[in-house]
């Protein structure tokens, strides 16, 4: 039914399909939030309208841009072809409906959950089929594999016990304990899914956007089993309710966390290039982030008293470390996809514009600073309780997503 594909080049509408419908999620998620003071700032983050925020943000924004961008590094990574493209078209739209049914359905239609739950379920599904049928055909499989495949089962994960908290709100029944099955669910999904996969692709990028060379690879396997390790014993806390395993597991993510950080400037002490773009500096910032979000989360899980600060380093978590992430790749990623396909055969035969010429990346210094200015605001009016400092922030960071989201689109017009 789903022809593999030929050619290792994927089809260059299929990764921007995925990034441009996850920059209007991204706008939609910082909207929606800027209303949302009062709640944010008194603790109620379990409400239908920040639910709804959160899943544009993590589904809609950071998981449709994932799976875009892998749509087009997997083939370079693993050296093999998509599987099916036309399975892979098939999977943004329904994708795509699934993700804004269910954002909706938390406002509007709670009863719905379950079905437009399903939906974007069984679209991922066939993401996650997609890239372990590529991946399969890897002729010699190495720790990237490892990193990408791992976030692809924690992704699964995410997916099902979304499904079991789904079935919970819909007919409102405790069929599945409910708080240990959400701490898991947001376990699965940033610690997991996210922050193995930026780990695999950290280390194929970092590398190429340094150029550096002749580093070693070991160390790598010592991060990906502290942190799986981490995950694992963190998980099992949360799910058999073991209160001492939870110090033990999130000190292993941090010790996982603390191996990648230093493996990551290693890295960068090779390279040829001295000096670094500035959208690909704030993606090394965002390392530095999650490294001291992880150290502080390490010491809270220590103190029992402590742990109603969890809910604000989750929010750090996100923003500071996955969504910074993310925006700064995708200042080097977008601009070198559509310039190799719009320009990469013209080389020669007439003028073409440089990959400087396709993105203004003067513009990334005051919008990423002005990023982490809110990041930083948001977190300061949480902690004293001011709405009026919460929404001064939200705004600015909600300007400073569109400013991003128009810098991205516009590359599609050089």
Known sequence: MFPKQATTETNIKLPFLFIFFSLLAFLASQFILVFQGENIVKGLYRIPEIWSSAHLLILGWAVMVAMGAMYQLVPVVFLTPIWSERLGFLQFFLSAIGVSSLALSFVFAPKTILYSGSIALFSILLFIIQMLMTMKKQEKFNILTLFVGSALICLLLTLAL?????????????????????????????????????????????????????????????????????????????????????????????????????????????????????????????????????????????????????????????????????????????????????????IGKESVPTLKDMINEKMS??????????????????????????????????????????????????
């Not at 040829?272 to 001291?292: C, Q, R, T, V, Y």
């Not at 989750?314 to 925006?327: K, N, Q, R």
Request: hydrophobic share 55%; proline share 4%.
């Open 162 to 346: 979304g499904i079991l908290l789904a079935y919970n709100l819909q007919f409102g029944t405790v069929l599945f304990q409910h708080i240990p099955l959400l701490k898991t669910h947001i376990l699965f999904g940033i610690t997991g899914w996210f922050t193995l996969l930026i780990f695999g692709f950290s280390y194929k990028m970092v590398p190429m956007f340094a150029l550096a060379h002749g580093f070693s690879m070991k160390l790598a396997a010592w991060v990906y089993s502290a942190y799986v390790c981490g995950l694992f014993l963190t998980a099992l806390s949360f799910l058999l309710d073991i209160s001492t395993l939870l110090p033990i597991g999130v000190s292993g993510l941090f010790i996982g966390f603390s191996l990648f950080t230093g493996h990551i400037y290693t890295i960068l002490t090779k390279r040829i290039k001295k000096k670094l773009d500035k959208p690909f500096m704030f993606s090394l910032l965002a390392i530095i982030n999650g490294f001291f979000i992880h150290f502080f989360a390490m010491i809270i899980s220590f103190f029992p008293s402590l742990h109603h600060w969890f809910p604000i380093l989750i929010l750090l978590y996100i923003i500071a470390w996955i969504v910074l992430s993310i925006m700064g790749y995708l200042y080097k990623i977008v601009p070198f996809l559509w310039w190799t396909h719009r320009y990469s055969k013209e």
């Open 365 to 414: 210094i005051p919008t990423f600073l002005a990023f982490l200015i809110s990041i930083v605001g948001i977190a300061l009016s949480i902690i004293v309780k001011s709405v009026p400092l919460y929404t001064i922030s939200q705004l600015v960071m909600l300007l400073t997503t569109a400013t991003f989201c128009f810098s991205i689109g516009n590359v599609i017009r050089k």
